[in-house]
């Protein structure tokens, strides 16, 4: 099966479809339950940000096990182990009942999607670019915005008949193990893959130094992004002009994100990925401020259209800019990048909740963010095409 030549379309799709499951479900699916989640149960924005931290810990540990030996003989079967756990994890949380176990599960929802992305952009980012068709890589990354899009879809409607916040998860669950099922016929095996995943040849000291730049960079993606992204259904909950659409506000992000990639792929082969990388970064910004400066509808869609633009367009520049300067060592870089984008994923819910507890508004953690991402973009501005184009293979 795997010595014959793929195609290129059903493999992005099947990219698509493992990173909407582990991803647009897995992790963010929190997000439009979270508001439902904390009338009926009576949760803190600390405790919120608490079980949002939990997952991205799990995320961390993760995307630091991938870099493991673990599972690098036959990355397909280990793909398709944390899918199941991803979907498992999801719907077990409709029977938690406490802070600690609602952690314990989001946990290992995060370590199940570190590993799905790592693994999936391995099987289908590699052969994609060996068979001449990198530029389908935007439909592999789109598949975070279509996960959003369907859950927030699913979510709506479930409340719309009346389902409680357990049905929700329930729901959430059973659908991205149905959608898994796919993957196993889209995404073959890859032999390549495995005879090629304990190659990690030195780079030379310029791109290493990029690398560090950009895994930084990364990171600071992750504290920036992830405050807004975490609790912008809270925030327009806490409108009384945006309350009655609600639901509307988290499908916006969705529905953005999935045209998104293709754009910021193409602003990458323009700019160089490090650079188109810095300008996404500073536009996030600009959507996570007016988030908190305005309460109005027009202030909150904005935001929306923002974060939805241009966050998965960032993750997907970030590992991009990755291939282009490691191109011979992605898995190890791509894992390094992800570990420093999640440390700044747990930080960041912490910061949320206790600064929300302690003054009552987002507004003081939302300007670190934007902070934050105003630095990752002086990070890799710099980075631009003159550095990267001798390392671009076709992987980009």
């Not at 339950?33 to 810990?57: C, D, H, R, W, Y």
């Not at 990029?210 to 600071?220: F, H, I, N, V």
């Not at 998965?312 to 420093?340: F, K, N, Q």
Request: proline share 5%; hydrophobic share 55%.
């Amino acid at each position: 099966m795997s010595g014959r030549p793929i195609e290129p379309l059903p493999l992005a799709v099947g990219g698509l479809i493992a990173l909407a499951v582990a991803v647009g479900v897995g992790r963010f699916i929190y997000t439009p339950i979270l508001p439902p989640m904390v009338e009926a149960l009576g949760l803190t924005k600390s405790e919120a940000g608490l079980i949002a931290s939990a997952n991205f810990a799990g995320y961390l540990a993760g995307a630091l096990c991938a870099t493991l030996p673990w599972g690098k003989d036959n990355p397909r079967r280990a793909l398709l182990l944390f899918l199941g756990l991803s979907g498992l994890s999801t719907a077990a949380m409709a029977l938690g009942h406490s802070t600690l176990m609602f952690s314990i599960l989001r946990g290992v929802g995060g370590f199940a999607s570190a590993y799905v992305l790592v693994l999936a952009s391995s099987l289908v980012l590699g052969r994609l670019g060996r068979a001449g068709a990198g530029n389908l890589s935007y439909v592999h990354f789109a598949g975070v915005g279509v996960g959003i899009a369907g859950s927030a879809l699913l979510v709506w409607a479930l409340a719309a008949v009346g389902a409680d916040w357990r049905a929700m998860w329930l729901w959430s669950g059973l659908c991205a193990m149905i959608s898994a099922v796919f993957v196993v016929r889209l995404v073959p095996p890859d032999d390549a893959a495995i005879a090629t995943a304990q190659r990690t040849p030195a780079a030379d000291v310029r791109n290493k130094r990029a690398l560090m730049q950009l895994s930084a960079a990364y990171g600071l993606f992750g504290f920036g992004y992830v405050i807004t992204a975490t609790f912008i259904v809270a925030i327009v909950r806490a409108s009384p002009s945006a309350r009655a659409i609600e639901p509307v506000f988290w499908l916006i992000v969705g529905v953005v994100a999935i045209p998104s990639v293709w754009l910021w792929v193409q602003a990458g082969r323009r700019l160089g990925a490090p650079r188109a990388f810095a300008v996404a970064s500073a536009l996030l910004g600009l959507g996570v401020i007016a988030s908190v400066v305005s309460t109005t509808v027009l202030a909150l869609a904005l935001s929306c259209v923002l974060l939805g633009g241009t966050f998965m367009g960032v993750t997907a520049l970030g590992l991009i800019g990755v291939g282009e300067l490691a191109p011979e060592a992605r898995d190890t870089w791509i894992a390094i990048a992800t570990s420093a984008f999640s440390v700044g994923q747990i930080a960041g819910p912490l910061a949320a909740g206790y600064g929300y507890d302690l003054t009552e508004s987002f507004l003081l953690p939302s300007l670190m963010a934007a902070a934050a991402l105003a630095v990752g973009a002086g990070l890799t501005f710099n980075l631009g095409p003159d550095r990267t184009e001798a390392q671009t293979t076709t992987n980009a």
